[in-house]
């Protein structure tokens, strides 16, 4: 059984206001290679066409029903270190 990753993606700059977006994956060399040529989620999609830069700040050990919790503390930037200053 493959370990699913829940990550976290950093942007260099915002897009309309949102700064993160937290997913999961079996795969993320992959899912990373989709979301930087605008595949997957809307977001990632409209995110690559503004050209803004992702960043991988944090990676768990978790499944979908932890993704979902991270995503419904509506506070992603509490959880980048890049946000914090390398906390």
């Known amino acids: 059984m493959k370990t699913t990753i829940v990550y976290l993606l950093h942007f260099n700059i915002p897009y309309k206001r949102v700064s993160h977006y ?8 992959e899912r990373m290679h989709n979301h930087i040529n605008g595949r997957g989620s ?14 991988v700040a944090r990676t768990w050990e978790g499944d979908r029903n932890f993704e979902r919790y991270l995503k419904n503390q509506k506070n992603n930037k509490r959880f980048c270190p890049i946000c914090q200053g390398g906390k």
């Open 22 to 29: 937290i997913g999961s994956t079996t795969n993320l060399k």
């Open 42 to 55: 809307k977001l990632m999609k409209a995110v690559s066409e503004s050209g803004i830069k992702i960043t």
